[in-house]
Every structure is written in structure tokens, then in C-alpha cells.
């Protein structure tokens, strides 16, 4: 089975720090993904990645950046955490081929005082 | 642009069917999904359909029509266990790689 393991199921923090969310998956996939859940507003994508050290912006890059140093993790960074960044952050991957479907973490439940 | 909709809240009672749908307007169409998510739970992959027809996967069917750009699944004798947001999301084709535009959600209570 896949596993796509995010580092905290919840977290708390304040106002202007940075905030780093680690996702790890165990499958080998090409493509990871980072998306927020809020409700009423669906899952939107903020960055994706489909191979190491590449990325592409989702549809709500600002305010987020992403690093992704090895195949199997991809990093979500707040680099000035504000309130409206309080959200669901859910992280999946997927492999190259076009059948295939994306497998998601557990997320982590951001919350910004 | 990319247009996923579909019905926000749907109620049926155990034992029933209920078909939720799906249409996509897409400026590339790679295969359609359906997720099924569980209220504080991770999204789970149900189906995946690329050809016209229907799939079916033990009580939960797929249907797809490309040239109509619409899905619907189909969930029959349903169980209060099949409460849960249902996701519908379109796979983009070149450029948007394997990133999936998804649908808000029909959020699906079954009563007993």
C-alpha cells in the first residue's frame, strides 16, 4: 500500500513565523502535491512537483513556497504565516502515468493565532 | 479555464441509490476521478474513468461521457458508512502534467 506521511496531524502557530509542513511518501512517485481544504472551497492545489527539484505553481501559490531536495519529500513553507493561512493542508502523490491516481497524507490541521 | 461542478448536498436513505454527478468543462481531458473523503479523514480513491462507459467496481459505479463532459457515480444499497464527501476531479493533459482540478464536493448524508 501507498503511504504518504505528513509530519503533524495538527499545528499551532503564530502570526509572521515560518512554518515549515514535511510530506513523505514511500512508493517512488514522480509527482507530489500540496493543496489546502477549506470549507465550501474544495481542495485547491497551492504547488506541485513532478520530479526532484522541479516545481509548478497551483492555483494559490502566494504566500507558500516548496522545496523538494529528494524524490520521496516534498516541503509546503509559509514563510510569513498569516491568519487567512489557518486551513486543512493535505499532501499527495502520484506516479508519471496518466491512469494512475493520486494518494493523499493524513494532512495537517494548520491553525494561525 | 477549468469548470468542475457538482451538486453540493445530496440525502438518501440506507438501503437506496444515489447517482451523484459530474460535469467538467477542461482545456485538456486526461481520465476522471472520484475520491471519497470522510469527514476529518483523507480523500480515498474510488474510480478512474478515460473512455466513455460505465465501470464498476462492486456497489459503486462510474459513467463517463467525454462528449457531453459528464460523470456520474453511481452508489447503490447504501450503508450509513457511505456518509461522506464525494469529490469528482478531471485530469489535465500536456502542460498541467498529472495535476487533477477537482470538483467542491457533494457532501452525501445517508439517513437510516
Redesign the interface.
Known amino acids: 500500500d501507498v503511504k504518504v506521511t505528513q509530519s503533524s496531524r495538527y499545528l499551532v502557530k503564530r502570526t509572521g513565523e515560518k512554518v515549515f509542513l514535511e510530506c513523505v511518501q514511500d512508493m517512488d512517485h514522480e509527482n507530489m502535491f500540496w493543496y489546502r481544504q477549506d470549507p465550501g472551497l474544495g481542495l485547491r492545489l497551492i504547488y506541485f512537483s513532478y520530479d526532484v527539484k522541479m516545481k509548478e505553481k497551483g492555483d494559490i501559490p502566494e504566500g507558500y513556497s516548496v522545496s523538494r531536495e529528494k524524490k520521496e519529500r516534498f516541503s509546503l513553507i509559509l514563510e510569513s504565516a498569516s491568519t487567512n493561512q489557518t486551513s486543512m493542508y493535505l499532501c499527495a502523490s502520484s506516479p508519471i502515468q496518466a491512469n494512475q491516481p493520486q494518494h493523499f497524507g493524513d494532512g495537517t490541521r494548520l491553525s494561525i493565532l | 479555464g477549468q469548470n468542475i461542478d457538482q451538486p453540493t448536498e445530496m440525502t438518501a436513505t440506507e438501503g437506496a441509490i444515489v447517482q451523484i454527478n459530474c460535469t467538467y468543462q477542461t482545456s485538456g481531458f ?2 476522471l ?1 472520484w ?1 471519497q473523503q470522510h469527514a476529518g ?5 474510488l474510480s ?1 474513468n ?1 473512455l466513455d462507459g460505465l465501470e464498476e467496481k462492486g456497489r459503486f459505479s462510474s459513467f463517463l461521457s467525454r462528449s457531453k463532459g459528464y460523470s456520474y457515480l453511481l452508489l447503490k444499497e447504501l450503508q450509513m458508512k457511505d456518509s461522506a464527501s464525494y ?1 469528482c476531479a478531471v ?1 489535465g493533459r500536456g502542460s498541467t ?4 482540478y ?4 457533494t457532501q452525501l448524508t445517508v439517513w437510516p
Open positions: 486526461n481520465g476521478f475520491y479523514e483523507a480523500p480515498t480513491f478512474y478515460v469529490l485530469k502534467l498529472g495535476r487533477l477537482f470538483g467542491r464536493g
